[in-house]
């Protein structure tokens, strides 16, 4: 009697596992959360905060399910994390379009706002569907004489090697992603230079023709397998540009250039020779973008390990370290130079040492993304000065910390990297490589912009009349305004205000 009394009790006991981790467990995780609901009746708040809480122990009983009946290799649990977290680091990527628009907004004046936010949030569209129909298979496809990349035109090819991703992880649409994010990057750095004076339709055309074949040319010279990938000329060094230092910020940052260049500056901003002040309307919302480029970055740097490994939070520390010491750098020499801690330029400094390190995030020492950072925040200054003093008026600086810290950032692989880097013994080899690399892209980006900014001046007239202008893009362009029923900002123009920022 004892006996069957046992076997009835086992019968039981495993009929409630199968219903509880088998493929009904869904109704008694129901029932778990209705008991509970039971006795928290007048926790409302409580309750809504544990249903994520729910969603997680449901996936997890799915999941034990799943595992019980098919087990994973730790090959399939690795490509699984290395995809999941690629996914989150484009999202965070993407998520920089957010950063991009506020720090632009702020820096820029309030009659144009919603011509900057306009810009901010197309321009990822844009860059989405350009780089989907022709850039990625540009920059990523079999490569033509090292120049160019084709086939999977529209993402259409499932052949990973289409795209160079044979014997990786990664499925094609999350490498996708994260790539459609960078390219919507190099077309966010040329918007705040080019900001207060360009046509809308100018601006949407140069944003289309930089991410369909300017950028993915040069792209695909370093990440896909081109003429960059392997300089053996210079003793088989290769340039090494890890998250786009050179690939995605010098290339927007040459493109914003001579933007800025061909379109003059802003009615009012040199006058006699001289710089004026023509400030910002909104620092909270600039610092608040600045805020989220930081984080975004997190994404951008560590996700282009591709990979879910024990370098991520490495490459995470030197990123962090960098935008800090750019940014006390900036502080410390603007304070020097005005008198007082700009604002403004520190938010110009973290942004620089967040640049410069991208480079080379994931092969310098903690104390090498330190020195990085530093004189990347002190060359933003000098160059928001220098450009000024030129007379090329970029609204919020990005030519000086997209462009200038770029560049050093590059070389600063040829200085500071542990494996090839000039100060660790290994000779100038990888710096001559990484010269190399930063004059070839700089050249193509130069002739291209110029060539397709020039047919846009020549046939669309790029900017926009001097009454829009005055009055504002908002309304010229747009036919609204951000801050309706708000009081105008005056018509004279403040006598300091800070040089200007980076975005």
Request: hydrophobic letters at 50%; one cysteine or more; a negative charge.
């Amino acid at each position: 009697m004892m006996s069957n009394k046992l076997m009835q009790a086992k019968r039981l006991r495993d009929n409630r596992r199968r219903k509880t981790f088998g493929s009904s467990y869904l109704p008694d995780a129901v029932g778990f959360f209705k008991r509970l609901q039971r006795f928290l009746p007048n926790r409302s708040f409580a309750w809504l905060a544990i249903v994520p809480l729910a969603v997680l122990i449901v996936g997890a009983w799915g999941l034990a399910a799943s595992a019980q009946e098919e087990a994973l290799t730790p090959e399939d649990v690795q490509a699984v994390l290395d995809n999941i977290w690629v996914l989150v680091a484009a999202i965070l990527v993407i998520f920089m379009n957010a950063g991009f628009g506020m720090l632009e907004t702020g820096f820029c004046r309030q009659k144009n706002a919603v011509n900057i936010l306009s810009k901010n949030l197309l321009v990822f569209a844009l860059a989405t569907l350009a780089f989907w129909a022709f850039g990625f298979s540009i920059m990523f496809g079999s490569s033509v004489g090292g120049f160019l990349g084709v086939g999977g035109w529209f993402l259409s090819s499932e052949d990973m090697a289409t795209y160079g991703l044979d014997g990786q992880t990664l499925t094609i649409p999350v490498f996708f992603l994260f790539q459609a994010a960078f390219a919507g990057t190099a077309a966010t750095i040329v918007s705040g230079a080019v900001a207060e004076r360009i046509k809308f339709i100018d601006f949407v055309i140069f944003s289309l023709v930089l991410t369909a074949i300017i950028y993915p040319i040069s792209g695909h010279w370093v990440w896909g397998g081109g003429m960059l990938s392997d300089i053996g000329f210079l003793g088989g060094a290769e340039f090494s540009d890890f998250a786009g230092s050179t690939v995605v910020h010098s290339a927007g940052g040459w493109a914003a250039l001579m933007g800025a260049a061909i379109l003059g500056p802003r009615i009012g901003k040199y006058q006699d020779g001289q710089p004026s002040a023509l400030p910002g309307h909104n620092m909270s919302i600039a610092t608040l973008g600045c805020l989220i480029l930081w984080i975004g970055w997190f994404g951008f740097n560590p996700g282009s390990e591709l990979a879910a490994n024990e370098a991520v939070p490495y490459i995470a520390v030197t990123t962090n370290l960098a935008a800090a010491a750019g940014g006390v750098a900036a502080t410390v020499t603007s304070w020097t130079l005005s008198g007082k801690p700009d604002l403004s330029m520190i938010i110009n400094g973290i942004l620089a040492g967040l640049v410069a390190i991208t480079a080379g995030c994931a092969g310098v020492s903690f104390l090498g993304a330190v020195v990085i950072g530093l004189i990347g925040g002190v060359l933003v200054v000098f160059s928001v000065y220098f450009f000024d003093s030129i007379q090329i008026d970029d609204p919020v600086g990005a030519v000086s910390v997209h462009l200038v810290n770029g560049m050093w950032g590059t070389l600063a692989v040829g200085l500071f990297d542990m494996e090839g880097g000039l100060f660790y013994g290994h000779g100038a080899t990888q710096l001559l490589a990484q010269i190399m690399g930063i004059l070839t892209i700089g050249l193509w980006i130069v002739v291209c912009s110029t060539i397709v900014w020039s047919i846009l001046k020549a046939t669309l007239s790029l900017r926009v009349t001097p009454e829009e202008e005055l009055m504002g893009l908002d309304i010229g362009e747009h036919g609204m305004e951000a801050y309706s029923g708000f009081i105008k900002e005056s018509s004279s123009m403040p006598s300091s205000t800070s040089a200007g920022v980076g975005s």
